[in-house]
Structure formats: C-alpha cells, structure tokens
C-alpha cells in the first residue's frame, strides 16, 4: 500500500460554466474515490483548479466586450462554488493566473531549456492580422474548413466534422480580431522534442514498465486509454509548439522571446505541480514528497479528450525534467450526453451545473440526488446518456424506497422498541453478518479499481440486503405475541449494524446523505480512517455500534418524486422535460432519406448480426469518410471499413461495443478488403451512433 496519493482532476477552462457531462467525466470520479481513500485513512491530496489561459480566454472576452482578468474572475469562482455546493471536495482549487504558478511554469520551462537536448527553434510562416499589428492564434483564424466545407472552421479544429486542422489549411482564411484576409509572417518558436520520448512511452503505456522497472499494472488501465494512447504512438509522435504569440499567459523567460507566451498545452498541467506547492505552504506541507516521492502514487482524472495529453505529452515532460512521479493510472471517462444528444451551449440542450442548483433549489438532497444519477450513469468505459426519467427512478426505486426505507424501518423500530438504544444480541456476528462483510469487501475493491457504478449498486445491494433481513425475520410480528423476545433485540441489532455500515460507505457517493444519516445514528460525521476502522471490527466480529448506544431522531432520508400527497418535486422534473420538449420543437427537422421498398421476413432473416468489440482503428489513406476498423468478433478477427470518419476520431472508437452484419459479401473500399458492415443510426441531430446490444454481451453472440 502506498504512503501517500496524489490525485489531480483536469484543469478546466475558466471561459464558461461547466455543465453536467464535465462534472460526470473528471469531478466526481474523482470525489468518490478521494473521499474513500480519506475513509480509509490514507494520505491523499487532491488539487484541481482553473486553466486561465489562452486564446479561448482572450476571444471568450471580446465576445462580452470586457478583459481577460474579468473573464477568469467570474468563471473562476461561479465553478469554485458550484463544485463546493456540490459536494466536491478539492483540497486544492487553485488558478493559473496566480504568481506561483507563473513562477512554477517558468521554472520548468527554463529547466528542460537548459538541459539541451529537449526543445528546438523553428522558424515558420504564421498568420498576422496587419490591422491590429499581432500573429494570431489558431483559434484568432477562422475560414472554411478543407475537408467538408463548413465556412466557420477555426485555424486548429472544425467543429462541424471534427477534423484537426492547420490555420494554412483553411481556405478563404480570416482574422477574427478585424475580419481581413491575414498575411504570413516569419515568426520564430521553441518545440518540445515529444517524439525522442517514443521509445520508453510506448513501453511504459503497454508494459508498465519505466527504466526496466515495473511501475504500474498496465492492465488495470481502461482500454480505451491505452488503445487511444497507442494509436498516437503508431501514428509517430511529433515535436510540439512549447509557445505562441499571444499576450494573454505566462511570458517565455527568454530574452529572445519577447511577446511569446507558453502554450497552454504546456502550462496547463504545471498547475498541478503549482496547486500542490500552494496547498502546501498553506498546510506546513513538502510539496515534494506528493511529486518525486516514489512512495506517492499520481493518479490523473479526466475526460477522453484528455488522454493524450495525460498519457503522453505529460509524462513525457516529467521524465525530461527529471525526478518526478508519473502516473499510476489515469482512469478516463467516456462522455456523458444529455437525453440522446450532445451537450450544446448554443442550442441551450443540456444544463449546468449551476443551472441545476437554481432550478431545483426547492428539491429536497438535490446535491445527492444529481450525484447519485450521474454515478449510476457514469460514463467509465463508453459514452453514457443522462435521462430526466432515469433519474427519477434512481432517486425513487434505490434512494428513497432502498436506502432511506430499511433506515427509516430500522431506527423508528428502536424507538418503538428499545426507546432508542442498541440492544443486546446474543447471535454470532460472525454469521450473521458474514453476507454484510462480502458486500463491503466486493465494494471497496470496486472504489480501489475506479469501478464506482459497480461500487454504487454493491451500496444497494448492501441496503437491500437490510430490507430482506428485516422482512424475513419480520420482528413487528414476533412484538405482537412476544415483546421481550430476544429475538426482536438480534434481528434489530444486526439491522443496526448494517444501517452504521451504510453511513459509512455511503460517504463517497452520498456525502451530505451519509452525515445526515450519521446523525440519524448518533454518530460523528465520517472522519479520516473511520472505514478502515469500521471494516477492522467487522473482521473481528464485532458491533460497529455497541449495546445501549443511544440513536437520534429518526427523520426522511429522501422525499419521493412522484408522492401523490406532495407533487412539488415531480413539477421540477416535469418543468425540466417541458423544456427539453421546447428545444426540440424549436429544433430544425432533419431531412432524412425515403422509406426504403417492403422486403419479406426470410429476407430479414438472412442477416448473420452479430456482437463485436472495436480493438483497432485508423484512417483509411485519401479518403475524408472512411475509417479501418478491425472487429472481434469472439472467434475471429474482421476488418471492416466504415464510412463514419466525420462522426468518429479513430482514437475514439477502441473498445466499443458493436452490432456487425457478419455475413456481408466481402468488398474493397480503397484498396482495403471490408468484412462486414457495422450497424449505424442517425440521430436527431444528423450523427451517426451505433446500434449496440444490452451491455454485458460477449462478442460473438447472434443478435435476433
């Protein structure tokens, strides 16, 4: 077991409110899993904070027609706030707009300079607005895009069809600041030699291993981080740009780089190591010992558009600079999407974080309620879809008539009984609560392998557990005919016992439920080591709460939605669907392609469909739609070429789960044989998305 954790969560952009797709990729993984490391009793640290550089930043403030600084101020602490009311418990919320981190990212900047080897000069033709005397950013440049014609592509990305671009790239080329047709300009920048790290990434990423040494278990990182990750390093990794002209960051501390700017690639995860030093002097703390300790073990959250910047470009500035830690693991999540489409600022689809606290200001545990969702639907291996109804059932059927009904049956039934004391047992706590002590250990062996939808319904299981136990033994029977029966006392004392365990393991998921519960039971909130502790007793069999330990008062846990005496918390959910309704309404109609003509059921039924997992892919040379796929299909391998490439990074799609017509005649597409056909669907929005069998399915079954 490690000495000491340090986890980070992806810095986010301090340009816009975060919505609940980002809280569900790197925030509240992250939460549950530092929360039960505190539980524990382990020494963990968790920094985060905001990305307050770049050229989003500076076009984010001309478009309010105010500075940079009030960009980042407001930003900044609406999402400090809102991750505060949510229950997100940094240790850390820094900025990288503070001096430290400047100093920090400097520093670092001036090492790897000065060691030689790491960065060279280019000099290059770069677009210059002449109007308002300055080289312009990728994002300063906009035009059409080359590849599908879309006349508002920025100069890095279209984000109409998704591809990485070139400001050069881009035809009828314009500058966003005067609107005129850019020129080029000789300007000179300093690149980080990524590809000399090759050679030990790519060891590292499939092996574990670094400098001959294991390092991590490469097999408890998630598929599609390695698949992503490998699909870089066969591509051939390239030198980085390290700075930019610009005059919004961190000054290049080099004389010759007057008016340059570190990229904020490059600045970005330096605010991890800056929030770590700030969080330290504030806590009399070595900021080192999280960093360059061997005994520490780094783990990195983030979104999977994050995975190449975490995996590799990060790692491999740490190894250049030298002594520090690299990261054990980076659990990256998928994407959460909301109500079948893409969250979408301009089309208002979605909601907010903080839209979310506002609108259901009246909804009683509404902090728990959203937590609970979003880890039942947590994206960990696949793109996941947060649903207004789905939610609804989570909160009712597991929250209110699960947890918060054995609770509820347990400590009224104390009171009733035993005026509400713990009374005495005289079973065998090894037996008896042999079932409780597998769930528990099943569940935190899920929040130690980043596993926190399986954790969130082993907390369920626990609970339902507790119901069955009491409906079983049924003591408000056994009272009618025999109130001083021992046996009321031992099935209430193990019903006890179970309800302080669910308090406690609750914490990570539920935390402002768990203290409430806490407090239901007479209990101090849950503190650094009280699960290890807890978890310790109930290995030597005994109570986690003693005999004649007085409870509190019993109180509602969760008011249910859909409640015929009290309707206020199902006209939120009601107004929330209204205006998903609305958008949708308001929505442009898709043309879609015309029926195609009637075929019979033995036509239909020629179809071989079957189950596959996406194990490689890659773009097929020359061709803007088409995508190489090869397909396990459980007892061999197919290579299917798919035309899905304006819907589809190829580094996206490792480990999704996929319908393929298996018994398509064989045809080539560009000089590649095709196997097969993956079945597609074109959603609302014109996108393309797979037709997926139940989760759980092997590869290789015969869809019917």
């Known amino acids: 077991m490690s000495k000491r954790y340090l986890v980070t ?35 963990v640290v968790w920094v985060c904070g905001s990305d307050e550089h770049g050229a989003a930043i500076t076009i984010r403030a001309k478009k309010e027609g105010t500075s940079p600084q009030e960009i980042i101020d407001k930003y900044h602490t609406l999402n400090k706030g809102t991750f505060e009311k949510l229950g997100i418990s940094f240790d850390m919320y820094h900025r990288t707009s503070e001096p430290i981190h400047h100093e920090t990212a400097q520093e670092f900047f001036t090492r790897l300079y000065e060691k030689g080897g790491e960065f060279e000069e280019r000099e290059q033709e770069q677009y210059y607005d002449e109007d308002y005397d300055q080289f312009l950013a990728d994002r300063y ?20 069809c998704g591809s990485d671009l070139s400001p050069t790239e881009l035809i009828n080329p314009r500058s966003t600041l005067s609107g005129k047709a850019p020129v080029l300009r000789t300007t000179k920048h300093w690149y980080f030699k990524l590809d000399k790290h090759e050679g030990w990434l790519r060891d590292w990423i499939l092996n574990g291993d670094l400098d001959g040494q294991p390092h ?81 073990q780094l783990v990195h959250f983030i979104g999977k558009d994050n995975i190449v910047f975490h995996c590799i470009v990060f790692p491999a500035m740490l190894k250049a600079y030298g002594s520090y830690n690299l990261p054990v693991n980076v659990p990256a999540n998928q994407f959460l999407n909301f109500e079948g489409q893409k969250f979408s600022k301009s089309r ?17 545990n509404k902090e728990d309620a959203l937590r609970y969702a979003l ?34 049956r347990v400590v009224v039934l104390t009171h009733k009984y035993f005026d509400g004391e713990v009374p005495a047992c005289s079973l065998s706590l090894g037996a008896a609560l042999g079932p409780v002590r597998e769930i528990a250990a099943r569940l935190t062996h899920d929040l130690e392998q980043f596993n926190f939808r399986t954790a969130a319904l082993a907390l369920m299981e626990l609970s339902s557990w507790g119901n069955t136990y009491l409906q079983d033994k049924a003591p408000w029977a056994i009272y009618k005919t025999d109130p001083e029966s021992q046996e009321i006392k031992d099935h209430m004392f193990v019903g006890l016992q179970v309800a302080a365990l669910l308090s406690l393991l609750s914490a990570p998921f539920i935390p402002f439920t768990s203290d409430k519960l806490r407090r239901i039971l007479g209990l101090e909130s849950a503190a650094n080591g009280s699960l290890s502790q807890a978890l310790q007793l109930l290995s030597a069999h005994e109570p986690l709460l003693p005999v004649g330990h007085q409870l509190g008062e019993a109180e509602l846990l969760f008011a249910k939605i859909h409640d015929r005496k009290d309707d206020s918390r199902l006209k939120i959910i009601e107004k929330q ?68 490439a304006k819907h589809y990074k190829a580094e996206e799609l490792l480990g999704q789960q996929v319908v ?44 019917r």
């Open 577 to 644: 669907k209204a205006k998903l309704q609305e958008l949708m309404a308001a929505a442009e109609p898709i043309e879609r392609e015309p029926a195609k003509p009637v075929i019979e059921f033995d036509d239909f039924t020629k179809l071989d469909l079957r189950t596959g997992t996406i194990t490689a892919a890659e773009a097929v040379p020359k061709a803007n739609k088409l995508l190489k796929l090869t397909v396990d299909l459980g007892t061999e391998e197919r290579t299917v070429v798919s035309g899905i």
């Open 375 to 408: 880890i039942r639907n947590m994206p960990e291996n696949r793109d996941a879809d947060f649903k207004w109804d789905e939610f609804v059932e989570f909160h009712d059927k597991e929250l209110a008539d699960n947890l918060g009904n054995f609770i509820n």
């Open 348 to 364: 208002g689809w979605g909601i907010e974080q903080h839209e979310y606290l506002e609108e259901f200001a009246d909804f009683p």
């Open 9 to 43: 969560s992806a810095l986010p952009y301090a340009n816009g409110a975060l919505h609940l797709g980002h809280l569900a990729g790197a925030y509240l993984p992250a939460d549950i899993y530092v929360r039960y490391l505190r539980l524990m009793g382990r020494d």
């Open 660 to 703: 393929v017509v298996a018994n398509l005649a064989p045809r080539k597409l560009r000089g590649v044989e095709s196997q097969g056909m993956i079945l597609m669907a074109e959603n609302n929005e014109g996108k393309l998305v797979f037709v997926q069998a139940e989760a759980g399915f092997g590869n290789g079954w015969t869809v």
């Open 141 to 160: 440049i906009s035009g059409t895009c080359p590849k599908c014609g879309h006349e508002e592509a920025y100069g890095d990305q279209c984000e109409n």
């Open 216 to 296: 991590h278990d490469a097999k408890a990182w998630k598929r599609h981080v390695t698949g992503q990750c490998l699909s870089w390093l066969d591509s051939g990794l390239q030198p980085r740009a390290i700075t930019r002209d610009l005059d919004w960051g961190i000054p290049v501390p080099l004389q010759e780089a007057e008016g340059k700017v570190l990229y904020v690639w490059f600045d970005a995860p330096i605010g991890y190591i800056s929030a770590t030093r700030a969080w330290a002097e504030e806590n009399g703390k070595d900021w080192e010992a999280y960093w360059k300790n061997p005994d520490t």
